[in-house]
């Protein structure tokens, strides 16, 4: 059980990184690459859990609540498209920029996922 935790500690820390660059961005055009790196890396790190957490069908409270809120995040929420088309037309403008830079921490934020994230990392 100890493997595990110290496991998540370390990816939950990354997560919790990446929100952190995104809430202190100051929406300037080259955020935009910004935003998509740190993005992916907490998708990518939110699947991870998933997929962890999944195979071994971890039983304590901490690590379903961690599950469920990956599962939900990923097969919830998917901003691809919206990156895809501000890249294309729209880089240079800062009010799009914020508005899905917000987007993406509110999408953070739903189910109160970062909140969750931060209180489990200090239980492990």
Do not use: C, W
Not at 39 to 54: A, M, P
Not at 99 to 119: F, T
Request: charged residues 30%; hydrophobic residues 40%; glycine residues 4%.
């Amino acid at each position: 059980m100890a493997d595990i935790d110290d496991y998540l500690k370390g990816i939950l820390s990354q997560i919790l990184a990446s929100h952190k660059i995104l809430t202190e961005l100051e929406d300037k055009p080259n955020d935009l690459g910004i935003i998509k790196k740190e993005l992916s890396k907490i998708r990518g790190l939110l699947q991870v859990i998933h997929n962890k957490l999944d195979e071994k069908k971890y039983q304590s409270d901490h690590l379903v609540t961690l599950s469920k809120l990956t599962g939900y995040y990923i097969d919830t929420y998917d901003f691809t498209r919206e990156i895809e088309v501000l890249a294309q037309v729209y880089f240079n403008d800062s009010n799009r920029l914020k508005n899905l830079r917000v987007m993406i921490i509110n999408s953070l934020n739903d189910k109160k996922m970062i909140e969750k994230l931060h209180a489990i990392l200090i239980k492990l």
